[in-house]
């Protein structure tokens, strides 16, 4: 799937190579208010496994099976054992909160001595009017511990004091005064473990993450990939030694890295384990400086696997840190210097509340005054080298809305500094060292802001008209927005626009569509979601809750997939009346269909995705940027039929067979055997039509399952499964290496089992071994419940399984000469095709005829469709199962169920934080496009990796302008054309513009083209008459045009690509 064409196109270029009940089946209790949880005493970034009530913590796969995909099981049990603090609960301080419970650390206490005010609902979604004067902590518990029951949560609503701290493995503060701030770094900074600790801000459209993980902190896994490999086809006898890997993938070793050898033969001395350095890599090739040339002569096989090893950081406590706070994480290039500046603003800020007991007040030019003279004086008054320029304009900015909590901007920073406070209790992935300043003062409109227009007027929507006046916010308010997806990129935004007041006045409107419902594995991510809901639809769940958030919001929620077959629900009218569009899909098809829609009715397209830890986003902005379909990522690389059937070399390849296999045996097949009982007569018909080899090896599937391999009892079941794995795992590896044996040459002379080619061996069954008798189960219960078989109750018993199968008959096996295998990674098909294909055809269908009479009246199959989020109905089992199998004969390492699940169900690793941060960084978009007049400077596209951490913004690509004598257009122009003409009226239309249009097309159909005589009785017809002739078009009554496509030259008759045209003929 393509949800992130940026990031495997250039992003990834760039980079350095609920739960329902408790861990212990109970459910968890809640904590009292005010009442902290019990201390964790597990040390920071190499913390032991956590347990709970003395065991160790178990994960849900199929709840988080999507986190587990990114993090791993380590990772998680850590995040189990983890109790943390947040501190101030403004959006900022809901949003890191909400990121947390999400993830399952063991206990949030959240900390607030500050009561709700109208403020705080334009940034913290768990408030509502009705807790205004409430502790905002109290407000917000009890729908903090809905998002997960698993987490204890509970709230401290005295001030804190250092003694509270000591119970936490990372404490993170959204509000709080430097003072105070140098008080608690400091206890953490020395605490024996050392407690982590973070100081995160959002000032409006300014942001601020301070980091503090003790004096030293290891980092386990730096960026979360799986370590690189590459299968070895020669190493030299030199010094250095040049190691040469074969041409079937790139390599991504990078000089400095360390790699194992394994599996060399010939030059075994480099089997030892021992991790040696990669130098002058290449795309195919490296060194090591090792002497060599005394050791064996290299033969053949051998792979190399990337060492990952532990990263020590020694953090700055934050006093020393403010002082000296050496590089600053850059997000923007175009803003190189911006963070000293920004470095500076918090820290005048800082003084002015200590100073005022409040913020400066928006457009308040007495604030804006003292704000600036507090920033010259601690300019002045630092040590180290001072600022050059000091800007005034972006102070003012900073000064003027630093009282407001966007939501977009704590959306942004929740999610880093959610997966901060993770990376802290986990030792997973670098943390941010140590400063991260950034701003979206680009967001603001074009327009000069009036000081009255920034007033309060007591509404929920304060803070950000504080920031953007009041006058933006009634065009957030009555904006049409359509929004695809209702997943975890649509509950963010769906609370996002809601918190924004985006569609919340009765101009407004806000339409949501999905056709998905709720299953339990989207609970860990899409948070608008509860337990009760699975099974019921995405779009409708997630609109009552973004209402519950924002009464006011204007939602229309629908089931409909957004495609060329509901454009009679999304038809013009509707499209007409949009503003933007938002895309919250998870499919390339969907995005590619909506990049369409958007170009073709001129509306802004507002993209991102996410994958794992990373994300992006990317603006489609009408005239001014390219659209997300300009550029194209190259299609995935799809290992050979031959490679995945007969010679694998990897887990991924076994798995791809594996899933193959079922899909063959438990759906295919049962459905190919009832479409024939269901009507003999027409498969038969059909069959004999198609009369290829395709058909014949259909045919020979549908006879065995009816006569051989048809099973009446479970004991038939057993039978089937024994001697499926005796064919998979023997007989076939057998008759390959009998084919082509080991000393096997190439017409070339080459050895043929060279690599990335591995021999395979046979395996001999046996009853004692876990993983044959586990297939052996998982393979015949699901035979015997595509038949309709009752399943015993002793099936599962593995002993009586055991006696079970060893009383199967397994015929003895003896090769056969002249059998083809295919070798030829070019080829599509498996299936050889024969002179007398026709003839084996007719005859089987006979056999079938005859094998029909046999079975019970009404006789039909039940076919199994893979799911993967079931663990108790043996699906992953048995591909775990055949991959594992199939990786032993070809020495290949196996991999357990859970990392099957990924790769067999090509799971897309997703976390809430990256969700969270896309999300924030596209409605800091959304105040550009609602409010107009930006131009493409303005506009970010953001690729971000929280892992490393790596955000890096650009300006959008623009639209390519073509131009032609005094015409100009880009992708996003349409011609329309008024009137119902005549072909040779819209052909005249042309030549007035220097134009010699010479044929008109529309769908796939011909109208014109001025090469055929006979179409020139068509030129006085009109165009949309001729559609309907020719193309047999059927124009709905709700559209007024028709489009056709026109090829054009000019005058020298170079072809000229114009835009497409629209005839309103009504």
């Not at 979601?529 to 995405?538: E, P, S």
């Amino acid at each position: 799937m393509r949800c992130l064409r940026f990031l495997r196109r250039g992003f990834l270029a760039m980079l350095p190579s609920k739960r329902s009940a408790g861990a212990d089946g109970g459910e968890s209790k809640r904590a009292k208010l005010g009442e902290s949880p019990s201390a964790a005493a597990a040390g920071v970034g190499t913390a032991s496994n956590g347990t709970r009530n003395g065991a160790a913590p178990e994960i849900d796969e199929d709840l988080h099976s999507r986190q587990l995909a990114v993090y791993g099981r380590e990772t998680m049990r850590r995040l189990f054992a983890a109790d943390v603090l947040v501190s101030g609960l403004n959006g900022l301080g809901a949003e890191i909160a909400k990121s947390l419970a999400l993830a399952g650390v063991k206990s949030i206490t959240i900390h607030d001595v500050k009561m709700v005010g109208m403020w705080d609902l334009s940034g913290n979604f768990f408030l509502s009017e009705q807790d205004i004067g409430k502790n905002r902590a109290v407000a917000c518990v009890s729908k903090l511990q809905e998002l997960n029951n698993a987490v204890l949560v509970s709230a401290l609503t005295e001030e804190l004091t250092t003694e509270h701290l000591s119970k936490f493995q990372a404490v993170v503060f959204t509000d709080i005064s430097l003072e105070k701030a140098y008080e608690f770094d400091d206890y953490c900074h020395s605490h024996q473990p050392p407690i982590s600790f973070i100081k995160a801000e959002v000032c409006g459209l300014f942001g601020s993450v301070f980091c503090d993980f003790g004096p030293e902190f290891t980092v386990l896994d730096v960026d979360g990939e799986d370590p690189h490999t590459g299968i070895i086809a020669s190493i030299a006898n030199d010094s250095p030694a040049m190691v040469s890997c074969v041409d079937d993938e790139r390599l991504e070793f990078q000089d400095g890295d360390l790699v194992v050898f394994s599996e060399v033969q010939g030059m075994a001395e480099l089997n030892d384990g021992k991790p040696r350095k990669v130098k002058n890599a290449r795309p195919f090739s490296f060194s090591i400086e090792e002497d060599t040339s005394s050791y064996g002569v290299y033969t053949k096989g051998g792979i190399i696997t990337q060492v990952k090893e532990p990263k020590v950081l020694r953090f700055k406590a934050l006093r020393d840190a403010m002082r000296d706070p050496g590089d600053f994480l850059l997000s923007d290039f175009s803003k190189f210097e911006r963070s000293p500046v920004l470095h500076l603003a918090f820290q005048a800020l800082d003084k002015f509340k200590k100073e005022h007991g409040r913020y400066p007040t928006a457009g308040c030019e007495q604030d804006a005054q003292t704000f600036l003279k507090f920033a010259a004086d601690i300019s002045e008054a630092s040590v180290g080298p001072k600022l050059e320029n000091i800007d005034e304009k972006l102070l003012r900015h900073f000064a003027s809305g630093s009282r407001a909590v966007l939501n977009p901007m704590a959306a942004m920073f929740g999610g880093i500094v959610g997966q901060e406070v993770v990376k802290a209790c986990s030792g997973k992935f670098h943390p941010l060292y140590q400063f991260f300043y950034f701003d979206s003062v680009e967001s603001l409109p074009t327009y000069q802001l009036d000081p009255q227009d920034l007033k309060p007027s007591n509404s929920r929507y304060d803070a950000q008209i504080s920031v953007f006046g009041s006058k933006l916010q009634k065009k957030m308010l009555d904006a049409n927005i359509f929004i695809v997806g209702s997943g975890a990129l649509g509950c963010e935004f769906l609370k996002n626009l809601a918190l924004m007041g985006v569609s919340c006045s009765s101009k407004g409107k806000l339409t949501i569509t999905d056709d998905d419902v709720i299953e339990k594995s989207n609970l860990s991510r899409q948070f608008l979601f509860r337990d009760w809901n699975i099974g019921q639809a995405k779009s409708t769940v997630a609109a009552a809750a973004a209402i519950a958030i924002n009464p006011s919001l204007q939602i229309d929620a629908l089931q409909n997939r957004a495609s060329p077959d509901t454009e009679n629900v999304f038809h013009d009218t509707f499209w007409d009346g949009l503003d933007i569009a938002i895309n919250a899909l998870d499919n390339v098809n969907a995005r590619m269909y909506m990049d369409m829609r958007c170009l073709y009715f001129q509306k802004p397209l507002l993209e991102s995705g996410t994958l794992g830890a990373k994300c992006n986003t990317q603006m489609v902005i009408p005239h001014l940027t390219e659209n997300y379909g300009a550029s194209r990522d190259p299609p995935e690389k799809q290992a050979p039929m031959c490679t995945v059937h007969s010679f694998p070399h990897n887990i991924d390849h076994c798995l791809t067979w594996a899933r193959s296999e079922f899909e063959g045996l438990l759906e295919k097949t049962p459905n190919e055997v009832n479409s024939f009982l269901s009507n003999p007569a027409q498969y038969a018909a059909a069959m004999r039509k198609a009369g290829d080899a395709q058909a014949r090896e259909l045919l020979e599937r549908v006879s065995e399952c009816l006569d051989k391999e048809r099973c009446n009892t479970f004991e038939d079941c057993i039978t089937w499964a024994r001697l499926r794995f005796e064919d998979y795992f023997s007989n076939r590896v057998k008759q390959l290496t009998f084919t082509f044996p080991e000393d096997a040459a190439t017409s070339t002379g080459t050895p043929f089992w060279s690599a990335p080619k591995r021999f395979p061996c046979p395996l001999q069954f046996s009853a004692t071994d876990s993983s044959h008798i586990n297939f052996i189960m998982a393979a015949s219960i699901l035979r015997a419940e595509s038949f309709g078989i009752a399943i015993p109750d002793w099936a599962k018993n593995t002993s009586k399984l055991a006696d079970a199968v060893n009383k199967v008959a397994v015929p003895k096996f003896e090769p056969k000469k002249g059998v083809n295998i295919v070798t030829d990674e070019k080829a599509t098909n498996l299936s050889s095709a024969s002179v007398d294909d026709d003839a084996v055809i007719n005859d089987l269908l006979t056999k079938l005829e005859e094998y029909a009479k046999g079975l019970p009246p009404g006789f039909q199959m039940k076919p199994i469709q893979f799911e993967k989020d079931d663990d108790t109905n043996f699906h992953m089992d048995l591909i775990a199962g055949l991959a594992n199998m199939r990786a032993r004969n070809y020495s290949i390492p196996e991999v357990d169920k859970l990392k099957a699940k990924f790769i067999a169900g090509r799971i897309i690793p997703a976390i809430a934080t990256s969700t969270a941060m896309a999300t924030g960084l596209v409605c800091l978009e959304l105040y550009k496009v609602i409010a107009g007049e930006h131009p493409i400077e303005d506009y970010r596209n953001t690729f971000a990796n929280l892992a490393l951490p790596l955000f890096s913004m650009a300006e959008p690509v623009p639209a390519k302008v073509m131009k032609h004598q005094d015409l100009s257009w880009t992708v996003w122009d349409r011609w329309t054309i008024k009137g119902n003409l005549t072909i040779a009226e819209l052909l005249q239309w042309f030549s007035d513009k220097g134009l010699s249009a010479y044929s008109m097309s529309c769908g796939t159909s011909l109208l014109y083209n001025s090469m055929f005589t006979r179409h020139k009785e068509r030129l006085q017809k009109k165009v949309v008459d001729v559609a309907r002739e020719v193309a047999k078009v059927e124009v709905p009554e709700y559209r007024k045009h028709i489009d056709v496509v026109v090829a054009c030259e000019d005058d020298d008759g170079n072809d000229i690509d114009i835009p497409l045209v629209s005839v309103y003929f009504r």
